[in-house]
């Protein structure tokens, strides 16, 4: 099946009442896992790469990887890009295939970020590409952030109702306590910010930093509102501890099919167990 768009995936899951894994890929056996556990689960999936991503595997070798995945599949495959910061990468990203684009303006003042959105939207929109959005900070677990300034961070719900109504935006990203990276603590979400921003945007939201959320946390922000949840960090550790049992069982292996095979294998695994935490199984 061809790329879908976020938008496409997210109206049947807001009517529906569940949320789509949007899982970051960087190589070719994260590609291959997420699309094999989507397909296990009868699954709608969202691959996305950041401008991280993009620059270690490079922006073709992506798109391509991607389209051919998804090609092999029955089940609705987007490809996002996660986190572009400026205008011009997400152009390059449209115009290599991306079905859909996040533009991060959350550096900058809500003015700014509205106009930025406006421009990205200009584009993507008539061709059907599908558009993310942030509000507030989606800081890291690293960033040794104080409780005072990580309420600063968050997301206003009077800002996302005016981001919403200025932008005509379908999805948004807000910041209401979890961080990208491994967690040290249990990470508090303030779910009553949630509920209002929902109240006042009525539109899918996105929930990043997700890996090491409590899986009821995350049912809870589901049944709240939230229709994409993106994992990158739990499928890093997946692949990370499949790798250093190989080396551990057998220090001498050097056939790299013999490490990556089982970090796959891992892969599908985790982005399953996720998948199944968010409803979307059964729902290709
Ligand atoms: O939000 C993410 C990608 O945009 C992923 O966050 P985690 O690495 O915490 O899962
Ligand atoms: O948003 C963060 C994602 O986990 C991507 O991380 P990255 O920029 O290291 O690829
Ligand atoms: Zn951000
Ligand atoms: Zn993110």
Do not use: W
């Amino acid at each position: 099946m061809s790329l879908v768009s976020v938008d496409y995936l997210l109206e049947k899951a807001e009517k529906e009442g569940y949320a789509v894994g949007a899982f970051n890929c960087n190589n070719m056996e994260i590609v291959q896992a997420i699309v094999a556990a989507a397909e296990a689960e009868k699954s709608p999936v969202i691959i996305q790469a950041s401008q991280g991503a993009i620059k270690y595997a490079g922006l073709e070798y992506i798109v391509n990887l991607v389209e051919t995945a998804a090609n092999t599949v029955s089940v609705p495959v987007a490809l996002h890009l996660d986190h572009g910061t400026s205008f011009e990468q997400v152009i390059k990203c449209i115009r290599q295939g991306f079905s859909s684009v996040m533009i991060d303006g959350s550096q900058y003042s809500l003015e700014e970020n509205i106009a930025l959105t406006n421009k990205v939207l200009e584009i993507a929109r008539p061709i059907g590409v599908s558009v993310e959005a942030e509000l507030g900070k989606i800081g890291g677990t690293e960033d040794d952030i104080v409780v005072s300034e990580r309420d600063a961070m968050f997301t206003d719900p009077k800002d996302a109702q005016r981001f919403v109504e200025e932008t005509g935006i379908t999805s948004l990203a807000i910041a209401i306590g979890t961080a990208h990276g491994p967690y040290k603590g249990k990470p508090e979400l303030d779910f009553e910010r949630l509920k209002a921003i929902k109240a006042l945007t009525n539109i899918p939201i996105v929930l990043h930093g997700s890996s090491g959320v409590d899986d009821d946390d995350i049912r809870k922000a589901i049944s709240l509102g939230v229709r994409k949840v993106n994992i990158d960090t739990n499928i890093r550790q997946a692949f990370t501890k499949a790798a250093k049992d190989v080396f551990t069982n057998n220090p001498e292996e050097i056939d790299p099919r013999k490490v990556l095979g089982p970090a796959r294998d891992a892969m599908i695994e985790i982005v399953r167990e996720k998948i199944r935490v968010f409803g979307s199984n059964g729902k290709a």
